[in-house]
T-cell receptor
């Protein structure tokens, strides 16, 4: 089945630093999504991308839909302690997997004050 | 306000008991999903539904079962809980913008 490779697996950064994480796939996706999961909660949608090359920002977060439609990245600028959590990328290809989202394995972010 | 609700949030139960985890959504979504997740780990799809009377098994084999008698309701049942079922169970419903997740049920089987 389709798989997403998300990296890095975990990050330990200092408050104020910028963060970058990415996802790659062997298949083309029509949609890329980025979620954040706080400890003990369900994932929450941060950014949705629907067009190749699309660059979208949400506050300190910026995500891009790769031009090849096989990758996406998420950047967080000037990290703060509440950025701690697990970030999941997800992709969707309506032509395969019956339109279900395929999730990456997550990037665990730790921020030192 | 449109949302998705899971109950209970936490459940500690003895081995062999039958349990049902509840999930309800008010968004009118046809697609609903159950994921199993160990703390800090990846999401594993165990069941999904594309509408009333539709249920499918996900990528991860699970001893649980699901039903979809009403659009808004997608409960998950374990007939005989075992310690290996200890995990977090997340319910989600799918719209055009992606999935909306519930807060999860943290299940501990002792």
């Amino acid at each position: 089945g389709q798989q997403l490779n998300q990296s890095p697996q975990s990050m330990f950064i200092q408050e104020g630093e910028d963060v970058s994480m990415n996802c790659t796939s062997s298949s083309i996706f029509n949609t890329w999504l980025w979620y954040k999961q706080d400890p003990g909660e369900g994932p929450v949608l941060l950014i949705a991308l629907y067009k190749a090359g699309e660059l979208t920002s949400n506050g300190r977060l910026t995500a891009q839909f790769g031009i090849t439609r096989k990758d996406s990245f998420l950047n967080i600028s000037a990290s703060i302690p509440s950025d701690v959590g697990i970030y999941f990328c997800a992709g969707r290809n309506y032509g395969g997997s019956q339109g279900n989202l395929i999730f990456g394995k997550g990037t665990k972010l730790s921020v030192k004050p | 306000e449109a949302d998705i609700y899971q109950t209970p949030r936490y459940l500690v139960i003895g081995t062999g008991k039958k349990i049902t985890l509840e999930c309800s959504q008010t968004m009118g979504h046809d697609k609903m999903y159950w994921y199993q997740q160990d703390p800090g780990m990846e999401l594993h799809l165990i069941h999904y539904s594309y509408g009333v009377n539709s249920t499918e098994k996900g990528d991860l084999s699970s001893e649980s079962t699901v039903s979809r008698i009403r659009t808004e309701h997608f409960p998950l049942t374990l007939e005989s809980a075992r310690p290996s079922h200890t995990s977090q169970y997340l319910c989600a419903s799918g719209g055009s913008m992606g999935y909306t997740f519930g807060s999860g049920t943290r299940l501990t089987v002792v």
